[in-house]
Protein backbone atom coordinates (compact mmCIF):
# COMPACT_ATOMS: atom_id res chain seq x y z
CA UNK A 1 0.00 0.00 0.00
CA UNK A 2 1.62 3.64 -1.28
CA UNK A 3 0.94 5.81 1.70
CA UNK A 4 1.84 8.41 -0.41
CA UNK A 5 -1.09 8.76 -3.13
CA UNK A 6 -3.79 8.72 0.28
CA UNK A 7 -3.40 12.50 1.33
CA UNK A 8 -6.25 13.20 -1.73
CA UNK A 9 -9.01 11.52 -2.43
CA UNK A 10 -8.53 8.66 -5.27
CA UNK A 11 -10.57 9.25 -8.22
CA UNK A 12 -9.38 6.90 -11.05
CA UNK A 13 -8.46 3.08 -11.38
CA UNK A 14 -4.61 4.21 -11.64
CA UNK A 15 -4.81 5.74 -8.47
CA UNK A 16 -6.23 2.73 -6.84
CA UNK A 17 -3.68 0.60 -8.07
CA UNK A 18 -1.23 3.14 -7.04
CA UNK A 19 -2.21 2.97 -3.41
CA UNK A 20 -2.20 -0.75 -3.40
CA UNK A 21 -6.15 -0.97 -3.54
CA UNK A 22 -6.60 -3.04 -6.41
CA UNK A 23 -4.34 -5.29 -8.47
CA UNK A 24 -2.52 -3.74 -11.79
CA UNK A 25 -3.61 -6.88 -13.33
CA UNK A 26 -7.63 -5.61 -12.99
CA UNK A 27 -7.26 -2.51 -14.33
CA UNK A 28 -7.80 -2.71 -18.08
CA UNK A 29 -10.88 -4.93 -17.24
CA UNK A 30 -12.34 -1.70 -14.90
CA UNK A 31 -11.69 0.76 -17.79
CA UNK A 32 -14.98 0.43 -18.87
CA UNK A 33 -16.62 0.65 -15.52
CA UNK A 34 -14.33 4.10 -14.87
CA UNK A 35 -15.83 4.82 -18.16
CA UNK A 36 -19.29 5.16 -17.00
CA UNK A 37 -19.19 5.26 -13.34
CA UNK A 38 -17.94 7.73 -11.16
CA UNK A 39 -14.96 6.91 -8.73
CA UNK A 40 -14.00 8.32 -5.58
CA UNK A 41 -12.55 7.42 -2.26
CA UNK A 42 -11.65 9.38 0.32
CA UNK A 43 -8.35 9.66 2.75
CA UNK A 44 -10.35 8.25 5.66
CA UNK A 45 -11.50 4.62 3.91
CA UNK A 46 -8.64 4.36 1.68
CA UNK A 47 -6.15 4.34 4.90
CA UNK A 48 -8.16 1.57 6.45
CA UNK A 49 -9.70 -0.25 3.49
CA UNK A 50 -11.59 -3.82 4.43
CA UNK A 51 -13.51 -6.26 3.03
CA UNK A 52 -16.76 -4.84 3.73
CA UNK A 53 -15.06 -1.25 2.37
CA UNK A 54 -13.88 -2.45 -0.52
CA UNK A 55 -17.44 -3.89 -1.47
CA UNK A 56 -19.24 -0.84 -1.34
CA UNK A 57 -16.78 1.62 -2.90
CA UNK A 58 -14.02 -0.43 -5.40
CA UNK A 59 -15.30 -0.61 -8.65
CA UNK A 60 -16.25 -3.75 -10.19
CA UNK A 61 -16.36 -5.44 -13.21
CA UNK A 62 -19.85 -6.69 -12.59
CA UNK A 63 -21.46 -3.43 -12.64
CA UNK A 64 -21.27 -3.58 -16.09
CA UNK A 65 -23.91 -6.40 -16.06
CA UNK A 66 -27.31 -5.47 -16.32
CA UNK A 67 -30.14 -7.49 -14.52
CA UNK A 68 -33.66 -7.82 -15.41
CA UNK A 69 -35.91 -5.01 -13.38
CA UNK A 70 -32.52 -2.72 -13.21
CA UNK A 71 -33.46 0.98 -14.19
CA UNK A 72 -31.45 4.57 -14.51
CA UNK A 73 -34.41 6.16 -12.54
CA UNK A 74 -35.72 3.52 -10.17
CA UNK A 75 -37.12 5.64 -7.93
CA UNK A 76 -38.84 7.83 -10.43
CA UNK A 77 -37.40 11.06 -9.73
CA UNK A 78 -37.62 12.32 -12.91
CA UNK A 79 -41.88 12.23 -13.01
CA UNK A 80 -42.20 14.22 -9.54
CA UNK A 81 -39.65 16.81 -10.97
CA UNK A 82 -41.06 19.98 -11.55
CA UNK A 83 -38.17 22.14 -11.92
CA UNK A 84 -34.32 21.23 -11.78
CA UNK A 85 -33.08 20.08 -8.63
CA UNK A 86 -36.06 19.60 -6.90
CA UNK A 87 -38.08 16.09 -6.30
CA UNK A 88 -41.57 16.68 -4.71
CA UNK A 89 -43.35 13.37 -4.46
CA UNK A 90 -45.40 13.35 -1.31
CA UNK A 91 -47.83 16.66 -0.20
CA UNK A 92 -46.10 17.91 2.78
CA UNK A 93 -42.51 17.06 1.94
CA UNK A 94 -39.62 17.39 -0.94
CA UNK A 95 -36.27 17.06 -2.34
CA UNK A 96 -34.00 20.01 -3.37
CA UNK A 97 -31.01 18.43 -4.85
CA UNK A 98 -28.19 21.30 -5.18
CA UNK A 99 -25.27 19.25 -6.32
CA UNK A 100 -24.69 15.47 -7.51
CA UNK A 101 -21.15 15.65 -6.07
CA UNK A 102 -20.34 13.04 -3.27
CA UNK A 103 -17.43 12.64 -0.84
CA UNK A 104 -17.64 8.92 -2.19
CA UNK A 105 -19.64 7.02 -4.55
CA UNK A 106 -21.30 4.10 -3.66
CA UNK A 107 -21.26 1.28 -6.06
CA UNK A 108 -25.20 0.28 -5.42
CA UNK A 109 -26.08 4.65 -5.68
CA UNK A 110 -29.64 4.37 -7.12
CA UNK A 111 -28.25 7.30 -8.58
CA UNK A 112 -25.18 6.48 -9.97
CA UNK A 113 -25.99 7.63 -13.79
CA UNK A 114 -26.30 10.73 -12.44
CA UNK A 115 -23.77 11.52 -9.77
CA UNK A 116 -20.30 12.65 -10.37
CA UNK A 117 -17.27 14.92 -9.57
CA UNK A 118 -18.41 17.38 -12.46
CA UNK A 119 -21.96 17.09 -12.68
CA UNK A 120 -25.37 18.74 -10.83
CA UNK A 121 -24.42 21.56 -9.55
CA UNK A 122 -27.31 23.85 -9.91
CA UNK A 123 -26.92 27.62 -11.10
CA UNK A 124 -28.04 30.63 -9.81
CA UNK A 125 -30.87 30.68 -11.93
CA UNK A 126 -31.58 27.19 -11.24
CA UNK A 127 -31.15 27.56 -7.29
CA UNK A 128 -33.58 30.49 -7.46
CA UNK A 129 -36.35 28.62 -9.49
CA UNK A 130 -35.89 25.80 -6.95
CA UNK A 131 -36.01 28.22 -4.25
CA UNK A 132 -39.61 29.84 -5.88
CA UNK A 133 -40.90 26.27 -6.45
CA UNK A 134 -40.67 25.68 -3.11
CA UNK A 135 -41.96 28.75 -1.34
CA UNK A 136 -44.44 28.74 -3.45
CA UNK A 137 -46.35 25.01 -2.10
CA UNK A 138 -48.47 25.63 0.97
CA UNK A 139 -48.55 22.52 2.01
CA UNK A 140 -44.94 21.67 2.16
CA UNK A 141 -43.71 21.13 5.86
CA UNK A 142 -40.38 19.89 5.43
CA UNK A 143 -37.34 20.11 2.80
CA UNK A 144 -34.93 17.31 2.41
CA UNK A 145 -31.28 18.28 1.16
CA UNK A 146 -29.90 15.61 -0.80
CA UNK A 147 -28.09 14.99 -4.48
CA UNK A 148 -25.17 13.65 -4.19
CA UNK A 149 -23.98 15.45 -0.41
CA UNK A 150 -24.88 18.50 0.67
CA UNK A 151 -22.14 18.50 3.00
CA UNK A 152 -19.73 18.82 0.12
CA UNK A 153 -20.92 22.18 -0.46
CA UNK A 154 -19.01 25.02 1.03
CA UNK A 155 -20.09 26.46 4.20
CA UNK A 156 -20.89 29.90 2.66
CA UNK A 157 -23.44 28.51 0.17
CA UNK A 158 -24.52 25.87 2.38
CA UNK A 159 -25.66 28.62 4.93
CA UNK A 160 -27.10 30.27 2.27
CA UNK A 161 -29.52 27.62 0.78
CA UNK A 162 -30.42 27.21 4.49
CA UNK A 163 -30.77 30.85 5.49
CA UNK A 164 -33.41 30.62 2.14
CA UNK A 165 -35.34 27.38 2.97
CA UNK A 166 -35.85 28.72 7.04
CA UNK A 167 -36.96 31.99 5.86
CA UNK A 168 -39.92 29.72 4.34
CA UNK A 169 -43.01 30.51 6.67
CA UNK A 170 -44.83 26.67 6.12
CA UNK A 171 -41.24 24.93 6.45
CA UNK A 172 -41.01 23.24 9.61
CA UNK A 173 -38.37 20.73 9.16
CA UNK A 174 -35.24 20.95 7.40
CA UNK A 175 -32.80 17.63 6.59
CA UNK A 176 -29.76 16.63 5.40
CA UNK A 177 -28.74 13.37 3.84
CA UNK A 178 -25.02 13.17 4.11
CA UNK A 179 -21.94 10.48 4.12
CA UNK A 180 -19.52 12.94 4.95
CA UNK A 181 -18.88 12.45 9.00
CA UNK A 182 -17.38 9.16 8.81
CA UNK A 183 -16.21 9.14 5.12
CA UNK A 184 -14.41 12.59 5.27
CA UNK A 185 -14.65 13.78 8.79
CA UNK A 186 -12.44 16.54 8.32
CA UNK A 187 -15.28 18.69 6.24
CA UNK A 188 -17.14 18.85 9.24
CA UNK A 189 -15.30 22.06 10.38
CA UNK A 190 -15.96 24.41 12.82
CA UNK A 191 -16.98 26.47 9.80
CA UNK A 192 -19.12 23.91 8.77
CA UNK A 193 -21.07 23.34 11.59
CA UNK A 194 -22.02 27.27 12.08
CA UNK A 195 -23.30 27.04 9.05
CA UNK A 196 -25.68 24.84 9.77
CA UNK A 197 -26.98 27.81 12.27
CA UNK A 198 -28.22 29.03 9.11
CA UNK A 199 -31.60 27.10 9.89
CA UNK A 200 -32.01 29.56 12.90
CA UNK A 201 -35.27 27.59 14.87
CA UNK A 202 -36.25 25.56 12.15
CA UNK A 203 -36.13 21.90 13.41
CA UNK A 204 -32.71 20.90 11.80
CA UNK A 205 -31.82 16.45 11.22
CA UNK A 206 -29.05 15.22 9.91
CA UNK A 207 -29.41 11.60 8.06
CA UNK A 208 -26.14 9.75 8.04
CA UNK A 209 -25.78 7.09 5.41
CA UNK A 210 -23.73 4.42 7.13
CA UNK A 211 -24.09 0.81 6.28
CA UNK A 212 -21.22 -1.35 8.39
CA UNK A 213 -19.81 -0.69 12.15
CA UNK A 214 -16.31 -0.94 10.12
CA UNK A 215 -17.18 2.65 8.59
CA UNK A 216 -17.23 4.52 12.71
CA UNK A 217 -13.40 5.84 13.17
CA UNK A 218 -11.87 8.09 15.90
CA UNK A 219 -11.79 10.81 13.33
CA UNK A 220 -15.79 10.06 12.34
CA UNK A 221 -16.85 9.64 15.80
CA UNK A 222 -15.09 13.33 16.71
CA UNK A 223 -17.71 14.81 13.64
CA UNK A 224 -20.03 13.06 14.64
CA UNK A 225 -20.24 14.63 18.18
CA UNK A 226 -19.57 18.20 16.70
CA UNK A 227 -22.92 18.03 14.77
CA UNK A 228 -24.63 16.81 18.05
CA UNK A 229 -23.27 19.38 20.41
CA UNK A 230 -24.54 21.95 17.95
CA UNK A 231 -27.75 20.50 18.50
CA UNK A 232 -28.32 18.29 15.67
CA UNK A 233 -30.74 15.40 15.57
CA UNK A 234 -28.68 12.49 13.90
CA UNK A 235 -31.06 9.39 11.66
CA UNK A 236 -28.83 6.70 10.85
CA UNK A 237 -30.08 5.45 7.29
CA UNK A 238 -29.10 1.91 5.49
CA UNK A 239 -28.95 0.20 2.79
CA UNK A 240 -29.36 -3.91 3.02
CA UNK A 241 -26.56 -5.20 0.81
CA UNK A 242 -25.18 -8.88 -0.02
CA UNK A 243 -21.40 -8.97 1.36
CA UNK A 244 -21.73 -6.14 3.35
CA UNK A 245 -24.05 -6.20 6.34
CA UNK A 246 -26.33 -9.16 5.22
CA UNK A 247 -26.72 -10.62 8.40
CA UNK A 248 -28.24 -10.30 12.12
CA UNK A 249 -24.64 -9.43 13.60
CA UNK A 250 -23.71 -7.40 11.18
CA UNK A 251 -26.52 -5.36 11.92
CA UNK A 252 -26.95 -5.36 15.41
CA UNK A 253 -23.23 -4.02 15.74
CA UNK A 254 -24.20 -1.05 13.37
CA UNK A 255 -27.31 -0.30 14.69
CA UNK A 256 -25.97 -0.47 18.45
CA UNK A 257 -22.54 1.70 16.98
CA UNK A 258 -24.88 4.10 15.85
CA UNK A 259 -26.98 4.44 19.13
CA UNK A 260 -23.72 4.75 20.48
CA UNK A 261 -22.48 7.65 18.72
CA UNK A 262 -26.15 9.68 19.23
CA UNK A 263 -27.85 8.68 16.27
CA UNK A 264 -31.05 6.77 15.68
CA UNK A 265 -31.44 4.33 13.36
CA UNK A 266 -34.03 5.52 10.72
CA UNK A 267 -34.52 3.49 7.88
CA UNK A 268 -32.68 0.42 6.34
CA UNK A 269 -33.63 0.21 2.84
CA UNK A 270 -34.25 -2.33 0.39
CA UNK A 271 -31.78 -2.35 -2.36
CA UNK A 272 -32.80 -0.12 -5.09
CA UNK A 273 -32.71 -2.00 -8.60
CA UNK A 274 -29.95 0.75 -10.20
CA UNK A 275 -27.98 -0.99 -13.32
CA UNK A 276 -25.50 -2.66 -12.11
CA UNK A 277 -25.98 -3.85 -8.67
CA UNK A 278 -27.42 -7.22 -8.96
CA UNK A 279 -24.78 -7.87 -7.18
CA UNK A 280 -25.52 -6.63 -3.88
CA UNK A 281 -29.42 -7.65 -3.68
CA UNK A 282 -30.89 -9.21 -1.13
CA UNK A 283 -34.33 -10.87 -1.74
CA UNK A 284 -36.95 -9.51 0.48
CA UNK A 285 -37.96 -12.18 2.27
CA UNK A 286 -33.84 -12.61 3.68
CA UNK A 287 -34.62 -8.85 4.75
CA UNK A 288 -37.72 -9.87 6.73
CA UNK A 289 -35.74 -12.70 8.58
CA UNK A 290 -32.94 -10.23 9.47
CA UNK A 291 -35.55 -8.02 11.30
CA UNK A 292 -37.60 -10.66 12.87
CA UNK A 293 -33.82 -12.25 13.93
CA UNK A 294 -33.06 -8.68 15.30
CA UNK A 295 -35.95 -8.12 17.51
CA UNK A 296 -35.31 -8.76 21.34
CA UNK A 297 -31.60 -9.32 20.52
CA UNK A 298 -30.90 -5.16 19.86
CA UNK A 299 -32.62 -2.29 22.17
CA UNK A 300 -35.83 -1.43 20.74
CA UNK A 301 -34.43 2.18 19.85
CA UNK A 302 -31.91 0.57 17.70
CA UNK A 303 -34.75 -0.70 15.23
CA UNK A 304 -34.67 0.96 11.89
CA UNK A 305 -37.88 0.70 9.97
CA UNK A 306 -37.53 -1.73 6.74
CA UNK A 307 -38.54 0.00 3.93
CA UNK A 308 -39.17 -0.09 0.06
CA UNK A 309 -39.07 2.51 -2.59
CA UNK A 310 -41.62 1.62 -5.10
CA UNK A 311 -40.10 1.33 -8.40
CA UNK A 312 -41.84 3.87 -10.76
CA UNK A 313 -41.96 7.14 -8.03
CA UNK A 314 -44.87 5.66 -5.98
CA UNK A 315 -42.70 6.36 -2.87
CA UNK A 316 -42.09 4.20 0.09
CA UNK A 317 -43.55 1.53 1.87
CA UNK A 318 -42.83 -0.69 5.13
CA UNK A 319 -41.56 -3.85 4.92
CA UNK A 320 -42.48 -5.02 8.33
CA UNK A 321 -41.51 -9.04 9.21
CA UNK A 322 -45.26 -10.58 10.79
CA UNK A 323 -45.47 -12.12 13.93
CA UNK A 324 -48.40 -13.66 13.50
CA UNK A 325 -48.31 -17.89 12.69
CA UNK A 326 -50.59 -19.32 10.22
CA UNK A 327 -52.67 -20.09 12.99
CA UNK A 328 -53.04 -16.97 15.25
CA UNK A 329 -50.50 -17.45 16.73
CA UNK A 330 -47.52 -15.06 17.81
CA UNK A 331 -43.77 -16.45 16.38
CA UNK A 332 -41.25 -16.70 18.98
CA UNK A 333 -38.60 -14.72 17.41
CA UNK A 334 -36.16 -16.83 19.97
CA UNK A 335 -37.41 -19.85 18.23
CA UNK A 336 -39.17 -21.29 20.99
CA UNK A 337 -42.93 -22.48 21.30
CA UNK A 338 -46.54 -19.89 20.36
CA UNK A 339 -46.09 -17.35 22.90
CA UNK A 340 -49.88 -15.84 22.01
CA UNK A 341 -52.73 -18.08 21.14
CA UNK A 342 -55.23 -17.05 19.32
CA UNK A 343 -58.36 -16.03 21.09
CA UNK A 344 -56.24 -14.75 24.06
CA UNK A 345 -56.44 -11.17 23.71
CA UNK A 346 -59.60 -10.92 26.17
CA UNK A 347 -62.44 -9.44 25.20
Known sequence: MNDQVFGKTLRSVRELVDGGLIE???????????????????????????????????????ELTVAAGEVGDPTGDAAHSPVVGVVHRYPDRALLKPLLICPVYCRFCFRREHVGPDGGVLGEAELEAAFGYLAGQSGLREVILTGGDPLMLSPRRLAAILGRLAAMKQIEILRIHTRVPLADPGRVSVELVEALGAAGDKALWVGVHINHAEEFSEAGAAALARLSRAGMALLGQTVLLRGVNDSVEALGELFRAMLRHRIKPYYLHQMDAAPGTAQFYVPIEEGLALMRGLRGRISGMGLPTYILDIEGGYGKIPLGPGYLDGQGGMQDPFG???VLAEGSFGG
Open 336 to 338: GQH
Open 24 to 62: ASAEAGLAAVEARYAIAITPEFAARMSPVLARQFLPSVD
